[in-house]
C-alpha cells in the first residue's frame, strides 16, 4: 500500500454548519474541501470539532454533536467522496475506492462534561482523536492561556490519559498549558502529539513546543504536526519557507519520524495563509518545498503522512 497523505487539523467543518457548501461539492470560502483534498493529493484529513468559546461552559456538548452529525451526513451525501475512518483498515480502504478518508476529532474535552462515559459515547459515533483543552481551562486540564496558574491535569484529565489509551484515542496536546503537558507526558502510556504546535525556538509564542516538550513528546513515539498558522510560524509575513524552517528544526532536534503537519486550515482566523500554502490544494508546494531543501523520498513520504500513521497504526489500529 502506498503512504498516506495526512493532515492532522482543519476547522472546515463549521463552513458546512453554517451552510456554506459540502465538502464533496466544494466550498469557496474554505481552505479545506474534498475537491481541493484531492488536488493537493492529500488522502487523509483529521476535521476538528471545535466549540467557540461562548459555549465552552455551557452548551459544548450539543455542538461538538451537531458538527459530528454533519459530518456523518456529509459522508451520506457522498460515499463515492468521503468517509469516515475508524481504524488503519479504513484509511486502506478509502485509498483503495478513491475517497478522502475522514477522521473525528474533538479539540478540547468541553463537549465530555466531565463526565468519562461520555468519551465512550463519542467513540462510538466515529471520534478518534482528542485535544485536551482549547487554550482555556475545563474539567480536564488548564489551555496555554491559563498557564500562569501553573495547572496541569485535574483528577478527571488523568482518568481521560487513561481512558484514550484504554479505546483507542489519540491523545493531543496542542493548547494544553505548559504543566498540562508535563503531565500528560509522565501519565501517558503511548504515543503523545501536538497536532498542530511549531518550535518556540524559531517563533516565541505561548501556543509553540519548547525544546525540552518536543523531545518529551518524541519520546512517547508521537508525533508533532507542524502549523500553518502565521503567528506561530513568523513576525513576518508567512511563507511556506518559514513552516520548511520549522519542519527542519524538529527534524534536526527529534529525528524525521516525529514530524508531520497539521495546516489548521479554516483556522487561521484573520490571518492570511502562507504564501505558497494558500489552501490544501498546495500541498505539492510543500513536498517540492521539501525535496530542494535535501530531503529524500523516503523522510518526505514519512513527514507528509507516514509518522502519523505509525501513531494511527498503534493508537486507533
Not at 484531492?38 to 461538538?64: D, Y
Not at 496542542?174 to 511549531?198: I, T, Y
Request: glycine share 12%; net charge negative.
Amino acid at each position: 500500500m502506498l503512504t498516506p497523505v495526512i493532515d492532522v487539523h482543519c476547522d472546515t467543518l463549521h463552513y458546512v454548519l453554517e451552510g456554506k457548501g459540502h465538502l464533496d461539492t466544494g466550498i469557496p470560502e474554505a481552505q479545506v474541501d474534498v475537491p481541493k483534498l484531492r488536488q493537493g493529493g492529500v488522502n487523509v484529513q483529521v476535521f476538528a470539532c471545535w466549540v467557540p468559546p461562548i459555549l465552552q461552559r455551557h452548551g459544548a456538548t450539543a455542538f461538538a454533536l451537531r458538527l459530528i452529525e454533519i459530518f456523518h451526513r456529509e459522508v451520506e451525501r457522498a460515499p463515492h467522496a468521503l468517509s469516515l475512518v475508524r481504524s488503519v483498515a479504513d484509511i486502506e480502504r478509502a485509498m483503495q475506492e478513491g475517497q478522502i478518508g475522514g477522521i473525528l476529532s474533538l479539540e478540547g474535552a468541553e463537549p465530555l462534561d466531565g463526565q468519562i462515559e461520555l468519551l465512550g459515547a463519542f467513540y462510538r459515533l466515529g471520534v478518534r482523536w482528542l485535544g485536551l483543552t482549547w487554550n482555556y481551562r475545563n474539567a480536564a486540564a488548564d489551555g496555554v492561556a491559563d498557564a500562569r496558574t501553573g495547572g496541569g491535569l485535574t483528577p478527571f484529565g488523568v482518568e481521560l490519559v487513561r481512558e484514550c489509551a484504554n479505546l483507542g484515542i489519540v491523545l493531543d496536546v496542542s493548547h494544553l498549558s505548559p504543566a498540562g503537558v508535563d503531565h500528560v507526558l509522565q501519565e501517558a502510556k503511548g504515543p503523545v502529539v501536538a497536532s498542530h504546535s511549531n518550535a518556540r525556538a524559531l517563533r516565541d509564542h505561548r501556543r509553540n513546543l519548547t525544546d525540552e516538550q518536543a523531545r518529551g513528546i518524541a519520546a512517547t513515539g508521537g508525533v508533532i504536526g507542524v502549523t500553518f498558522v502565521p503567528s506561530f510560524l513568523t513576525n513576518e509575513r508567512a511563507t511556506l519557507d518559514h513552516v520548511l524552517n520549522h519542519i527542519e528544526y524538529f527534524v534536526r532536534l527529534v529525528g524525521v519520524e516525529h514530524v508531520g503537519i497539521g495546516s489548521d486550515f479554516d483556522g487561521l482566523g484573520d490571518e492570511p495563509a502562507p504564501q505558497g500554502l494558500e489552501d490544501i490544494s498546495h500541498y505539492p508546494n510543500l513536498r517540492e518545498g521539501l525535496r530542494r531543501r535535501g530531503f529524500s523520498q523516503s523522510d518526505i513520504m514519512a513527514i507528509l503522512g507516514g509518522n502519523w500513521m505509525r501513531v494511527l497504526k498503534e493508537v486507533i489500529g
